[in-house]
């Protein structure tokens, strides 16, 4: 598994070079964008067998990689930019390759998370990584709800497509007033660093007429300590995106309730069991 630049090129560790100019046989998402890394690195891209390991094909290639691995060949996997399988295809395989006893290596370098951890003013000794958010419904809601609530930072990905519509539902949860770090194009030639409130990175974003790029973005969780998640606030928060079973859970995590005195405080009814 080996990374690969996020932006600039010069950032290939020495033994990724190696590495992708010995194997002969390469996974990757996109087969022309890998073909210019190997140009770009002075590796005769023409010498390679390429398979598309992307999330529509990841079944079928997964099964030709691993016959592959079975006849005594090395295969490279490599994303796009990064480090294979940090919100990037590929764990199908991964698993795969263990449980039939295939050797798998990472060759670390570049990621867009330890990148911009690095230069980071909110303290992340321990954080939770989000990935890339749901685009649309219940599953993107109970993200949402659940990253207003979490205890500690939280780092997650965003497309220039969808960034201000995330960074407005956030404001929705009534998180305007949060500390964010947020990265954009990093590595590169116009790359970009934010450290402010939520508000004003919203109103930084929402006034540009013309968005590229990939972002990084660290929401800060310290004013939890400053307020009190009374069991009203954590009902008002949630409820507009979770099922009165979901926040019953929640609030059985974060206050003294147990979740069928939760459920009841929400619902008014006590003598039906809670639904599974």
Known sequence: MVATPIGNLEDITVRAKRILSTVSVIGCENVVRTKTLLQSLGINEQDKQYVVLSDATEDRATVQIVATLNSA???VI???AGTPLVSDPGFQLVREAFAAGIPTVPIPGPSAVTALASVCPIPLREYRFC????????KRSEQLAQLSVADIPSVLFESPHRVVHTLKDLLD???GERSVFLGREMTKRFEEYF???LQELYEEFVKRTSIKGEFVLVVDCSHLSKIVWSEEKLCQVLLPYLKPTQVATILAQLTDLTREEAYTNITGRTDDPIPD
């Open 73 to 75: 060949q090395d295969v």
């Open 78 to 80: 490599v994303s796009d």
């Open 131 to 138: 990935g890339f958010l749901a685009k649309r419904g219940r």
């Open 173 to 175: 949860l009534d998180m």
């Open 195 to 197: 450290y402010s409130t």
